[in-house]
């Protein structure tokens, strides 16, 4: 059963505009969010991270968002730039060793 | 920079092979994961391993052996390739979590294994 899951397959936005991509998950033990970006025929690489500790974490263009009591956390970017354009996965751990990955998300940011 | 190399970008097998998947760390990572990633499917834990020698299934292990001999180096091995077994296939690697920061995975660029 998927304990992590990105309801979106795509999402496109406008450039300059603002993207949002969401991710649910099932399990309340989990304590540590992260979100990964993936282009074509790389392996996916690192974009943020959040603690359970915090609901809100920043990194230039890049927030992420996490709601403990819905069990929802998100990726906001702003403002988008057509280099976003790639798959994002969101990944949760409560032990700090494995990660449950969701499915994905495919951002097209149109010039 | 962390780096985590994979044999092949690209490998075509006919079913029934014996295939090695190869993936080697440089940055003396405890931690090593094979994942496979599936159109609607996302990122699938296939096997991992903590230590050498030491390796833990994931979430779908069937099908698939793996070996860990030295710390670096982290095998995939598919007995006997099946057509159903064609995706890409994802090694990542991390410090040990021994509390405090959460550790980041690192992936390698992923192999595409067709399987005829």
């Known amino acids: 059963d998927q304990q992590v899951k990105q309801n979106s397959p795509s999402l496109s936005v406008q450039e300059g505009r603002i993207s949002i991509l969401n991710c649910d998950y099932t399990n309340s033990m989990f304590d540590y969010f992260l979100w990964y970006k993936k282009y074509p025929a790389e392996g996916p690489t690192f974009l943020i991270s959040i603690s359970s500790i915090k609901d809100k974490n920043e990194d230039g263009r890049f927030t992420v968002f996490l709601n403990k009591s819905a069990k929802h956390l998100s990726l906001h970017i702003v403002p988008s730039q057509p280099g976003d354009s790639a798959v994002y996965f969101c990944?949760?751990?409560?032990?700090?060793?494995?990660?449950?990955f969701g499915t994905g998300t495919s951002l097209t940011v149109i010039p | 920079d962390v780096k985590v190399t994979q044999s092949s970008r690209y490998l075509v097998k006919r079913t029934g092979e014996k295939v090695f998947l190869e993936c080697v760390q440089d940055m003396d990572h405890e931690n090593m994961f094979w994942y496979r990633q599936d159109p609607g499917l996302g990122l699938r834990l296939i096997y991992f391993?903590?230590?050498?020698?030491?390796?833990e299934k994931g979430d779908i292990p069937e099908g698939y052996s793996v070996s860990r001999e030295k710390k670096e180096r982290f095998s995939l091995i598919l007995e006997s390739a099946s057509t159903n077994q064609t995706s890409m296939y994802l090694c990542?690697?991390?410090?040990?979590?021994?509390?405090?920061?959460?550790?980041?995975?690192?992936f390698g660029p992923g192999t595409r294994l067709l399987v005829l």
């Open positions: 990944a949760a751990s409560s032990t700090g060793n494995q990660f449950y």
């Open positions: 391993s903590y230590d050498v020698k030491m390796k």
């Open positions: 990542a690697s991390s410090f040990r979590y021994k509390g405090g920061e959460e550790e980041t995975q690192y």
